[in-house]
């Protein structure tokens, strides 16, 4: 069993979960993490009684809840989501479960909140392209992030990041975590299935089930009928074959060690099916295995791409099997924020 700090452990003792992820209806609200996703994040975060908490992404509410109780006594939560429903039946349960130390907003988190700061603690629950420079402006000098961000330049690529600001003000991310979270959006969204941003080529089957492809070259003028041959090669005819892991590897530290080396033709997927895939892809073929073990692989019929993922297992395996926390963080400036990016140990 994981254990929390004693006050995420009061907190998470004393605020009623289903109150605020449950509809009357007893149906869950669909925007609600786990509780112990929220509950690894907020010890990460370490929120401290009078801290004045900046949240995006409020979602249920709970996750509210639990970060108004921590910063109670003198402290506030200020959270925003950007749609406006889910805003108002938090507003309306946090005043009537007595967490009166809360400001709702809707709008686009990627703003933060102006005019509120500046924060103790920055909290995402959306995956965020990059660190948005809002987030960092309105953060007090010995303030902390803890934030999903897109950790290469593929979708599904996000990893958590605890962030501080250095001497000069820029931000530092100094912890790595696993965390999946959907991609922030700058409207409402009623579906997951096609992320809001990083995808390059999207088909819909004769069922009308999405499959998109995401990698760096496709995203090239040139290739994007490219992207599209291999998509629609493979919604026509594919097959399934053995992944290139063993059951007692770990996928997620060799997607980890992936995203920081991005070999060419590095590809994530979504097949109509809301499991996604990473693998690789070129001009004419495509193998892409299962983001969640890499044993289930599904190729364009004939074709010699599965070798290249047994490769890229074999090099990760001659690197020692390096996971998320063998990773090097670096925040690198971009026009307005930074973008996540990590290397991997030699
Ligand atoms: C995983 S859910 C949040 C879970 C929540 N913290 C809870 O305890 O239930 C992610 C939330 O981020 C919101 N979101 C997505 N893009 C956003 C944006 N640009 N600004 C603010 N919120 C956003 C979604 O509407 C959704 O409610």
Redesign the pocket.
């Known amino acids: 069993m994981t254990t929390h700090s004693p006050a995420v452990t009061r907190a998470l003792a004393e605020v009623d979960e289903d109150t605020?992820?449950r509809r009357p209806d007893g149906n869950l609200?669909s925007?609600?993490?786990s509780q112990p996703i929220?509950a690894n994040l907020i010890d990460r975060l370490n929120v401290q009684p009078g801290m004045k908490v900046l949240?995006?992404?409020?979602?249920?509410?709970?996750?509210?809840a639990?970060l108004a109780h921590l910063a109670a006594d003198g402290g506030h939560v200020v959270s925003?989501?950007?749609?406006a429903e889910?805003v108002d039946r938090a507003r309306q349960l946090l005043t009537a479960h007595g967490h009166s130390n809360t400001t709702l907003l809707h709008?686009?988190?990627?703003q933060g909140a102006p005019g509120h700061g500046p924060f103790d603690r920055v909290i995402?629950?959306?995956t965020a392209p990059h660190l948005p420079a809002a987030w960092t402006t309105q953060l007090s000098p010995d303030g902390a992030i803890v934030a999903p961000l897109t950790a290469a330049p593929i979708s599904k690529s996000g990893l958590g990041a605890h962030i501080r600001l250095g001497s000069d003000a820029s931000p530092v991310a100094d912890q790595l975590f696993a965390a999946g979270?959907?991609?922030?959006?700058?409207v409402?969204?009623d579906q997951w299935l096609v992320p809001?941003y990083g995808i390059d080529v999207l088909r819909h089957d004769d069922k009308h089930r999405p499959w998109w492809l995401s990698g760096e070259w496709i995203r090239s003028p040139r290739h994007y009928l490219d992207g599209r041959y291999v998509l629609d090669a493979l919604i026509q005819s594919h097959d399934h074959i053995p992944g290139p892991l063993q059951p007692d590897e770990s996928a997620a530290d060799w997607r980890a060690w992936l995203l920081a080396t991005r070999p060419a033709g590095l590809t994530t997927a979504a097949l109509g099916e809301p499991l996604w895939r990473i693998g690789h892809t070129h001009q004419t073929g495509a193998a892409l295995t299962d983001a969640r073990t890499a044993t289930q692989t599904v190729i364009t019929s004939a074709n010699a791409d599965a070798e290249v993922l047994t490769d890229w297992a074999d090099a990760w395996r001659a690197a020692g099997r390096p996971g998320l926390t063998d990773l090097v963080p670096h925040l690198e400036a971009f026009h307005d924020g930074w973008v996540l990016r990590t290397t991997a140990p030699r």
């Open positions: 605020f992820v609200v925007q609600s993490s929220i949240e995006i992404g409020t979602g249920s509410g709970y996750s509210t639990l925003v989501d950007v749609v889910l709008g686009d988190g990627i995402a629950w959306t979270f959907v991609e922030l959006s700058g409402a969204v809001p």
